[in-house]
């Protein structure tokens, strides 16, 4: 991403002025449905970076986990996250931390557009899906095997 200008507007529909609209991963890569991301802010000088996530209405990020954090606000709509073992309902503008290596994923609730910015390090990993095995573990809990099964 270009470094671009210090000032970029905001557009209609949560778009900002010289800011690419992205897939959110590769088709395949791993399971994810109807979101996309907008790189904000990549400078060298800030050693992170600023995203902003946007799923529609029953769209959801992959279920995944890191070496790296995520400082996570919810700037648009409802939905629902689970964080290592738990499951929460979360709307604008609340906050989420994401520790390192540990299970996460959103969900946007029927209805409306959720979307959320995040800030990561510009130096991460890649993210790690869930073995079978893992998974199982996961589901053993009722709640997040039903926030899974949505």
């Known amino acids: 991403m270009d470094e671009g200008p210090n000032i970029r507007p905001a557009q209609d529909g949560f778009r900002w002025e010289g800011v690419e609209l992205l897939a959110y991963k590769e088709e395949g890569s791993a399971p994810f449905k109807a979101i996309t991301r907008q790189v904000l802010f990549q400078r060298p000088e800030l050693g992170c970076e600023l995203r902003y996530f946007?799923?529609?209405?029953?769209?959801?990020?992959?279920?995944?986990?890191?070496?790296?954090?995520?400082?996570?606000?919810i700037f648009r709509g409802r939905g629902t996250?689970?964080?290592?073992?738990?499951?929460?309902?979360?709307?604008?503008?609340?906050?989420?931390?994401?520790?390192?290596?540990?299970?996460?994923?959103?969900?946007?609730?029927?209805?409306?557009?959720?979307?959320?910015?995040?800030?990561?390090?510009?130096?991460?990993?890649?993210?790690?899906?869930?073995?079978?095995?893992?998974?199982?573990q996961l589901k053993e809990d009722p709640a997040i095997a039903a926030f899974l099964d949505t």
């Open 54 to 73: 946007e799923m529609q209405p029953g769209g959801h990020s992959t279920l995944e986990r890191h070496e790296h954090v995520h400082a996570v606000m």
């Open 81 to 136: 996250c689970l964080v290592g073992g738990e499951v929460r309902e979360a709307g604008a503008p609340d906050l989420v931390f994401i520790p390192p290596m540990t299970w996460h994923q959103f969900r946007a609730s029927a209805g409306e557009p959720f979307g959320f910015l995040c800030m990561v390090n510009a130096a991460r990993d890649k993210p790690q899906l869930p073995s079978a095995d893992e998974l199982r």
